[in-house]
């Protein structure tokens, strides 16, 4: 849903259900580790838009706005090995040991309209910490997006 506030300026909120997640894995003192986390997150991401004719079926959109997300559900798996045996176990990603379940952040993105199909990529920068410390992750997220408008 796209709210235009005039010509150029639009408002367009949207409620996504959304997978984020990581892979790392290394090697320290004999011990190697492989670690898979998923994420679910509600998502209300609220951007405001800039839309600029390039041609007479055609725009250039510049996106940019806060998101705001709630973890839903999720996975984390890991596995270690040393000395020839292995562990691994899983988890509930927001269980009471993992990641805090609320997150925000800023979304941009840059988009072609070409009639009613579009074309674009976006990014999200989280500014909120998933975990406690000073070195706690935050959300960083790249994406391709493809849709058609009705």
Known sequence: MEYALDNTWSLQPSLLLSSKGTKASGDVNGYSAKVTVNQMYLELPVNLQARMPISNNTNFVIAAGPYFAYGVGGKSTG?????GQTESGDTDTFGSDGLKRFDAGLG?????EFNKVIIGLESQLGLTKLGDGDNAPKNINFGITAGYKF
């Open 108 to 112: 941009f993105g840059v988009s072609l």
């Open 79 to 83: 596995k270690v090995s040393a000395n």
